[in-house]
DNA sequence: ATGAAAGCGCTAACAA
DNA sequence: TTGTTAGCGCTTTCAT
C-alpha cells in the first residue's frame, strides 16, 4: 500500500506537501507541485478515504433511509439525490426501511454511528410523536407527511392542494361519484392528506361526501390497488371516477377495471399522483399529479449539505414545499 | 464527542478492555464487561467507524455501480443487494454510470481509493478490451453481458438459451414473421447474446431470419419501444410477434402498438425479458422472461465477500449464470 | 484477564 | 513555501 509518506520520500519533500497537493492547496510552488504529481502517477498512489475521514472527523458520505428502492417513486427519489449529492462531492448510502417505525429509528441510530454525515429520512412509518427522536448529533432532512414541525428541516410535498387540484379536475371532466384509494387514516400522512384535498374539492363543487366511497388498503402499491378497483366494480358500487393517493395504486387499479371490464376513460376516469415514469406509457397513459420530484431532492440535498457544513448548529428549521402540476392523459379523456 | 478513553476513564478500566467488550472478545470477566457496557450506557458511546476502519483496513461498505437506479430492472437488482449486503453486515454505496464506459471505470478507481471494501459493478459500457482494467487490488464481482473471462467473478444472466425460449414460445403460438427489439450490435452484450438466441429459434423452427425483422434501437428504455413499434407499424413492415431484449422496451411496444391501433395479442404478440414488477400489470398484461433476479444478487453479494474475508487473493474465477422461466400472459395470448 | 505501546494514513496548526 | 509536531479514535501485539 503507497501512503503518502512513500511519495513524499519519491519526491524528496514532506508528507505534509503531498497532502497539500492533493488537496489543491495554494501555497505551493508550481514545481514542486509537479514533482509530487509525477511521483504520486509513477507510484499509483491512491488517498486513503478511511484515514482523511478520521483526521476530518468526515465520512463523505450521506445516508438516505428510503422504505424501498425498488419502487418508480423511491427509485426515482434515490436517483436524483444520488446525482446531487454527487455535486456536492458527497456519496450516498441506501438504507432500505420497508416504512417500518423501527427500521427508520435505526437508520437515524446508524447515523450517529458517525456512519455517515447526515442523513436523508424518508419517514413512513415514524409518526408525529417519534419527532423528538430526530434531534441527533448529526444533521437530518426529512421527506415525507409524517412529521411536521418537527427540529430537523423538512421536505414536503403539497399533498392537500395538489389532490384537491386532482379532484376538482375529475369533477371537471364531469364525474359526479368520485371514490377515493388511500391506506389507513390513523394519523397526519400521505392518506390522511390527500384525503383532505379530495374532501375539500368535493364541497368545493357542492358535491356529497360519501364515506361508501373512501377505500382504504393495506399498501399502496399496485397490487391493492388491483384487488381494490376489482371488489368495488363486483360489489356494484356506483362510482364514475377515482382518485389514487399514488401512481403505483393508479396503475394498479387500470389494471384491475380492465380485469372486470370496465372502460376507462368512458365509465370511469382515474387520476394518480406521483408521476413516475410508467405511468406515461401505461394503456390508458395515466392522468396524475407532478410534484417536481427533481426540486424536491436537491432541495433535502442542500438542506443537508448546508448543515453538513455549517459550523455552528442553529435552530432554525426550513420547511419546503414543492410546486406541483397536474399531468392530462387518457385515463381523464385526454 | 465520547471516545472509548472516555468511556475506559469512566469505567476504571484501559481503552483495550472496552474494545474488548465492544468486539464480544471472549477475555473479559463478566462484571468487567457490565462495567463497562453501564459506563457505555451512561455516556451514550458511539463507535466512531472511521477510526475503526483506518485501524482495521476496512470500511464496512461496498461499492455498486450500476447505470441507473431508478428503472425497474436495477432498481430490484440495487434492493435485493442492499437487503443480502445487510446480512454480511455491510452498507452499500450507490454510484450511477448511465451506463457509460468512463463512469464505470471512475468507479473501479473510487474501490481502488479504498472507499469500498469491494465493487459490484453492473458493466454497461465497458467492453471486453477492458477486461485488464478490472484487476484492482480490491474485489470486484462483475454483473453482465459485456465482460466473460475476466480477472474478477462474474454473474451473468442465461442469454441465449433465454431468448431462444422466449422466441420459440412466439413460435408455438403460432407466430410467423417475429421482429426483434435491440440495441446496437457491436459486441458481445445483452442485445447481441439475446439476437444469437433469437436465431437460433428461428433456425430450430425452420423459419426464415429477416433482417427486415431486426430493429435497432437507441437506448433499451420504454421511450424507443414505443417510437419503433409505432414507426414498424406505420412502415407497414409485416409482422405478428415481438421479442423484445427488454421489459421496458416491451412496455413501450405495448404502448406504441396501441397508439397506432395494433391489438395485442390478437395481431401481434409481445413478448419480454426481466420480469419486472410492471409487467404484470401493464394491459395486457406482459410475457417474458424471469431470470432470478434474486439469487443473481445474492450469488454476487456473496462471491465479494467471500473475496473480501479471503486473506490470501487466488486466481480461481467463479462465473456464475442464473437460471431462468418462462412467465406467460395476456401478449402471447394468456 | 487486563493494560501499555505503537501505529493505521491523513491533516490542522504552527514553526521555520 | 515547506516542514515539524501532534493528534483523529481505534485496534493489534505483546507484556503483565
Known amino acids: 500500500m503507497v501512503t503518502i509518506k512513500d511519495v513524499a520520500k519519491a519526491a524528496g519533500v514532506s508528507p505534509m506537501t503531498v497532502s ?10 508550481r514545481s514542486t507541485r509537479e514533482k509530487v504529481l509525477e511521483a ?14 478520521l483526521s476530518k472527523g468526515r465520512t463523505g458520505t450521506i445516508g438516505l433511509a ?24 458527497l456519496r450516498v448510502s441506501i438504507e ?39 434531534k441527533v448529533d448529526h444533521p437530518v432532512v426529512i421527506l415525507g407527511e409524517r412529521i411536521f414541525g418537527g427540529p430537523v428541516d423538512h421536505v414536503a410535498m403539497p399533498n392537500v392542494d395538489a389532490s384537491r387540484a386532482a379532484t376538482r379536475h375529475l369533477i371537471e371532466r364531469g364525474c359526479r361519484r368520485i371514490a377515493i384509494l388511500c391506506g389507513a387514516v390513523e394519523e397526519v400522512d400521505v392518506s390522511s392528506l390527500r384525503l383532505t ?33 376489482r371488489e368495488m366494480a363486483d360489489s356494484r358500487l356506483d362510482f364514475d371516477g377515482v382518485f389514487c393517493v399514488t401512481d403505483s395504486l393508479a396503475m394498479g387499479v387500470l389494471r384491475g377495471l380492465a380485469d372486470v371490464g370496465v372502460r376507462v376513460p368512458e365509465q370511469v376516469k382515474v387520476i394518480g399522483f406521483d408521476n413516475v415514469a410508467e405511468s406515461a406509457f401505461f394503456i390508458p ?5 407532478d410534484p417536481d420530484h427533481n426540486t424536491m431532492a436537491e432541495r433535502a440535498v442542500d438542506l443537508l449539505t448546508r448543515r453538513i457544513e455549517q459550523a455552528e448548529p442553529t435552530t432554525d428549521r426550513e420547511e419546503f414545499v414543492s410546486d406541483f402540476s397536474l399531468v392530462i392523459r387518457e385515463s381523464t379523456g385526454g
Chains 1, 2 share one sequence.
Do not use: F, W
Open 20 to 29: 497539500n497537493v492533493i488537496n489543491d492547496h495554494p501555497n505551493v510552488r
Open 40 to 53: 504520486m502517477a509513477r507510484l499509483d498512489y491512491r488517498v486513503n478515504v478511511a484515514a482523511r475521514n
Open 66 to 89: 428510503v422504505p424501498e428502492v425498488n419502487s418508480p417513486y423511491y427509485g426515482r427519489l434515490a436517483a436524483t439525490i444520488i446525482t446531487a449529492a454527487e455535486r456536492h462531492n
Open 96 to 134: 432500505q426501511t420497508d416504512a417500518s417505525r423501527e427500521n427508520e429509528l435505526h437508520a437515524l441510530s446508524l447515523s450517529r454511528n458517525r456512519l455517515y454525515d447526515g442523513l436523508i429520512l424518508s419517514a413512513a412509518g415514524m409518526r408525529q410523536a417519534d419527532a423528538e427522536r430526530l
Open 197 to 229: 384535498g379530495y374532501r375539500q374539492a368535493l364541497k368545493d363543487a357542492g358535491l356529497p361526501v360519501d364515506s361508501a366511497l373512501m377505500q382504504h388498503v393495506g399498501k399502496l402499491d399496485m397490487h391493492e390497488g388491483a384487488r381494490c378497483a
Open 285 to 289: 397513459s395515466l392522468s396524475t399529479v
